[in-house]
């Protein structure tokens, strides 16, 4: 088993950087807690794809404000010779589960891969 000491170490030399330990500090004690876990854990990199529709409101579950929204691509199914569109620059995370491109392209007949980082603990 790992002291906190040792992981902060190792996670400090890691390849990323330092990165996975952003800001983060561990309490006194033997053991991580839940809520130390947790952010220890965050900004890790996740992905979904989900079905297009009209701009506006698009259901991503699991986003949360403060995560930060790294691509959202366009794939059409009606248009084989177009691989993807990026639409990144159209989309925000507006509330916990949902991105929005009001006034933007309209996804209908397509799906959304979405990319996001997960600084939310």
């Known amino acids: 088993m790992l002291s906190k000491t040792e992981l902060q170490s190792l996670a400090v030399t890691s390849g990323l950087g330092g990165r996975l330990l952003r800001g983060f500090s561990m309490s006194a004690g033997a053991f991580l807690s839940k809520s130390e876990l947790k952010s220890l854990l965050a900004g890790a990199v996740k992905a979904t794809i989900i079905g297009g529709g009209a701009a506006g409101?698009?259901?991503?579950?699991?986003?949360e404000v403060g995560d930060a929204l790294r691509a959202v691509l366009f794939i059409d199914a009606t248009d084989a010779s177009e691989a993807y569109t990026d639409l990144t620059d159209e989309f925000t995370i507006t509330a916990d589960d949902t991105i929005n491109n009001s006034g933007g392209t309209a996804t209908t007949g397509g799906g959304l891969v979405v990319v996001w980082e997960d600084l939310t603990p």
């Not at 409101?57 to 986003?63: E, R, W």
């Open 57 to 63: 409101d698009h259901t991503v579950t699991g986003i």
